[in-house]
């Protein structure tokens, strides 16, 4: 064998290596909404989420906001931020992790941890009848 078939051969070697370790430290993204999420808290805990939603409420404290993500179906959820928060009204697709705070027997307090977000779209919030 010649020395470039040799090189060659590592090189593969090695790609084959690197790139079998970055498919080993991907995390599942779960596509959910919050009504989903706050059905099953405890498979959605620690779980990295992509949720989509409408910004219904919106708290900021120092450097921490929290705002809730309602879905379509009505159900909301809590998602801590420290960057800006979002607008009232501003429709968000929220990647995050969601965080169990509190359980006391079947009922527990969850939110999500904001990692990033992309607004697609604005309008009123609606009222309740």
């Known amino acids: 064998m010649s020395w470039q078939r040799i090189v060659l051969v590592g090189l593969i070697c090695l790609g ?4 079998g370790r970055s498919c080993l430290n991907r995390q599942r993204i779960f596509a959910s909404e919050p009504s989903t999420i706050t059905r ?36 909301a959820i809590p998602i801590v931020t420290y960057k800006d928060t979002p607008d009232v009204g501003a429709f968000l697709v929220v990647q995050g992790i969601v965080r169990k705070a509190l359980q006391i027997g079947a009922a527990s307090l969850l939110g999500v941890e904001e990692i990033s977000r992309t607004q697609t779209g604005f309008a009123e919030v609606k009222k309740p009848a």
Do not use: C, H, M
């Not at 779980?47 to 409420?57: A, E, F, M, S, Y």
């Open 40 to 75: 099953n808290p405890d498979r959605f805990n620690n779980k990295k989420v992509l949720i989509k939603g409408q910004v219904i409420t919106v708290l900021s404290i120092g450097g921490t906001g929290v705002y809730l993500l309602q879905d379509e179906k009505g159900a």
């Open 16 to 19: 084959v290596i690197f790139a």
